[in-house]
């Protein structure tokens, strides 16, 4: 079978989509199309800048049913499962404290602005999320407000992949904002080679991983960064423990994992727990690496036999 290559890129959920697939000529075109219309109805979901998008309506209801796509049911179990697997070192209910920080409109758009209700906690209580798959509804506990963030992304790439893949795509990239999911026949003898970025220079490729049916996804301190109303530097990346900005001692954390949404549940936990998350990590079979501020690196011993080419 001929097979073709075929590579778009996007903007979607406030930052670059990349979508490479292989197959033949017509799938790779209807490919591409799925993916992006799927990745819109995404956003259209769970965007917290969008008033209308099924978390908005979950954050405002404060109690009540709402009625919600079965993606974002996916989306809450997802969040529900990343909270117990870390402890609560990820917690997608700090919104209030990152939006009091100043991180209240979206990058790629200023004038979307996300609002929140009345008696929003700092904290909220994920494991008090109710839903009812059947009906498709869902529930917050009163005072809990959600942010799909990068999760949202993960899981959105790893809904697209699947989705690719059950339409006759041979092999399926896709990459948003550089939470990325990759499955079936690669374009370099059968797998995927996938850059990592440097930390400080995101134009640059530090390293690259040799994948094959993966998720990956990178968390830092330096591309979501702003002053603050006391002019502090501060970034997107809270500590559940304080509601803050976590240390400066780690400035990027990169996991590879089974999918791409559990891949970004384990970033946040390592950008928390710094160096001991790799051990654990390991543990579970996941290759991960750290950057620190100075610019130093460490990748636990998983992760060290996925690099194809160290630069």
């Known amino acids: ?108 758009n200023p004038q979307a602005i996300t609002s929140l209700p009345a008696g929003s906690a700092w904290r909220g209580d994920v494991g008090s999320i109710a839903v009812d798959r059947a009906a498709s509804v869902a529930q917050l506990p009163t005072g809990t407000v959600l942010d799909a963030g990068g999760i949202g992304k993960g899981l959105a790439a790893d809904l697209v992949v699947a989705q690719l893949l059950t339409e006759g795509i041979d092999g399926a990239m896709v990459s948003i904002g550089g939470d990325l999911r990759v499955n079936g026949v690669g374009p370099s003898s059968g797998s995927w080679l996938i850059g990592v970025a440097d930390a400080f220079d995101h134009t640059r490729e530090i390293t690259q991983l040799s994948l094959a049916n993966a998720g990956v996804a990178t968390s830092g301190t330096r591309r979501r960064a702003w002053s603050d109303s006391d002019g502090n530097w501060v970034h997107h990346l809270l500590d559940p423990s304080t509601a803050l900005p976590t240390a400066r001692e780690l400035v990027q954390a990169t996991v590879v994992a089974g999918t791409a949404a559990w891949a970004e549940v384990y970033t946040k936990m390592l950008m928390v727990r710094g160096v001991t998350g790799l051990q654990i990590l390991a543990g579970l079979g996941l290759g991960a690496r750290v950057v620190f501020g100075d610019g130093s690196c460490e990748g636990n011993a998983v992760w060290q036999t996925m690099e194809s080419d160290k630069r």
């Open 1 to 108: 079978m001929n097979r073709t290559v075929g590579r778009e890129e996007f903007r979607a959920m406030g930052c670059v989509v990349e979508v490479e697939l292989v197959g033949d000529d017509a799938s790779v075109v209807v490919g591409c199309s799925t993916a992006r219309r799927m990745i819109a109805e995404f956003e259209r979901c769970w965007s917290r800048f969008l008033p209308n998008s099924d978390i908005s309506r979950l954050n405002a209801a404060q109690g009540a049913m709402v009625s919600v796509h079965p993606a974002t049911i996916d989306l809450l179990q997802s969040m529900v499962d990343g909270v117990a697997a870390t402890d609560g070192c990820f917690d997608p209910t700090l919104l209030a404290p990152l939006v009091a920080l100043g991180y209240d409109a979206s990058w790629s």
